[in-house]
T-cell receptor, first 117, second 112 residues
């Protein structure tokens, strides 16, 4: 079962406009959420993250919003540039209580963003 | 280049052969992870090292898979008796903080 879901396989936007990439999760124990960007034949590149105690984190053109009650997060890219065209992965991580720790990232299937000039 | 490096970048092997991949993490990172990615999927966790200790292994890591990190530096992932289902991109990541993991370029394995 997919604990992290990216329901849009692809998104196309015009250069200069806003790109909004969405992600839903099912496990309320997730502590921390990350977005990665991946170009073909390369490994994922870390973009931005957010802790579950926050609802927004901003870094330049990238802003991540977290709605814990809806178990939903989104990545906003403003303004979008052609170089942003890539696959974007949402990932989540949690720590287990009771002495155990879980450091694995759980990824969604990704959304292919295409920014048209 | 101070990023995570992986070698080889591509490997083609015949079914039944053994393969070994190497990962060199960012030098000050004490945590190292292996993931596997197949077409249309996100990366899936395989195993995690803190220094030289292997602290967690996924159920995806069958008995044919073994990973080591001697001396807490580079790591190797070996697959014995490869099967066609092992064809995937094998990604290595490292981190200093718990959460933000930095990935290498991956090794693409094709089993024929």
């Amino acid at each position: 079962d997919q604990q992290v879901k990216q329901n849009s396989p692809s998104l196309s936007v015009q250069e200069g406009r806003i790109s909004i990439l969405n992600c839903d999760y099912t496990n309320s124990m997730f502590d921390y959420f990350l977005w990665y960007k991946k170009y073909p034949a390369e490994g994922p590149t870390f973009l931005i993250s957010i802790s579950s105690i926050k609802d927004k984190n901003e870094d330049g053109r990238f802003t991540v919003f977290l709605n814990k009650s809806a178990k939903h997060l989104s990545l906003h890219i403003v303004p979008s540039q052609p170089g942003d065209s890539a696959v974007y992965f949402c990932a989540a991580i949690f720590s287990l209580s009771g002495g155990g720790s879980n450091y694995k990232l759980t990824f969604g299937k990704g959304t292919l963003l295409t920014v048209n000039p | 280049d101070t990023g995570v490096s992986q070698d080889p970048r591509h490997k083609i092997t015949k079914r039944g052969q053994n393969v070994t991949f190497r990962c060199d993490p960012i030098s000050e990172h004490n945590r190292l992870y292996w993931y596997r990615q197949t077409l249309g999927q996100g990366p899936e966790f395989l195993t995690y090292f803190q220094n030289e200790a292997q602290l967690e292994k996924s159920r995806l890591l069958s008995d044919r898979f073994s990973a080591e990190r001697p001396k807490g530096s580079f790591s190797t992932l070996e697959i014995q008796r490869t099967e066609q289902g092992d064809s995937a991109m094998y990604l290595c990541a490292s981190s200093l903080l718990i959460y933000e993991q930095y990935f290498g370029p991956g090794t693409r394995l094709t089993v024929t």
